[in-house]
């Protein structure tokens, strides 16, 4: 089984409606992260959590919220989805070992707002 | 200006030629950098770290880090098709991973 897990991994949904994203995992890591990813213009930090209680915004936080579950899990939420929110969306963990703090990521979820 | 900057590509290599790719960063008291591998639709994979000055070796693939002139490089030795993919270059700044906007490299037979 994968360690980081994303659902969904494709969605298509209309603009104004809320979704979320939800990314769990088994490595035991306390940082999360949410990524976005747009053509040419690489990885872009959403919000970042390095533990439960520790939620921060990223660089481009605006229009999203995020919920820190339990160590394990870690949701990425639109609250009225908008068509330049389209993207493909990573969650990662991170924690401290012999290559710094290197990130583990999710599959990604494709998401489509029409 | 960007804090991690690359060039997009695409970087055409032939086949068993060494590959080039170049990254800067605005952040001087960055200490950690990362190479990341990503597939077309795939997530991004941990090929090379680095954070001491110098060159660091891992089979195919050498990094290269100059904190004094704030550049990193990678070098793919003996370049193979599967090595097509799009390279991203990571600062740790702050804290956090900071990315390039990737430079794809395409191998041709």
């Known amino acids: 089984d994968a360690d980081v897990t994303q659902t969904p991994r494709n969605r298509i949904t209309k603009t104004g409606k809320r979704i979320m994203l939800e990314c769990s995992q088994t490595k035991g890591h306390d940082r999360m992260y949410w990524y976005r990813q747009d053509p040419g213009l690489g990885l872009r930090l959403i919000y970042y959590s390095f533990d439960v209680k520790d939620i921060n915004k990223g660089e481009i936080s605006d229009g999203y919220s995020v919920s820190r579950q339990a160590q394990a899990k870690f949701s990425l939420s639109l609250e009225s989805a908008i068509p330049n929110q389209t993207a493909l969306y990573f969650c990662?963990?991170?924690?401290?070992?012999?290559?710094?703090?290197?990130?583990?990521f999710g599959p990604g979820t494709r998401l489509t707002v029409t | 200006q960007k804090e991690v900057e690359q060039n997009s590509g695409p970087l055409s290599v032939p086949e068993g030629a060494i590959a080039s790719l170049n990254c800067t960063y605005s952040?001087?008291?960055?200490?950690?950098f990362f190479w990341y591998r990503q597939y077309s639709g795939k997530s991004p994979e941990l090929i090379m770290f680095?954070?001491?000055?110098g060159d660091k070796e891992d089979g195919r693939f050498t990094a290269q880090l100059n904190k004094a002139s704030q550049y990193v490089s990678l070098l793919i030795r003996d370049s193979q098709p599967s090595d097509s993919a799009t390279y991203l270059c990571?600062?740790?700044?702050?804290?956090?991973?900071?990315f390039g906007a990737g430079t794809q490299v395409v191998v041709t037979p």
């Open positions: 680095i954070y001491s000055n």
């Open positions: 952040d001087r008291g960055s200490q950690s």
């Open positions: 990571a600062v740790v700044s702050w804290g956090k991973l900071q």
């Open positions: 990662a963990t991170s924690d401290l070992g012999d290559r710094g703090y290197e990130q583990y």
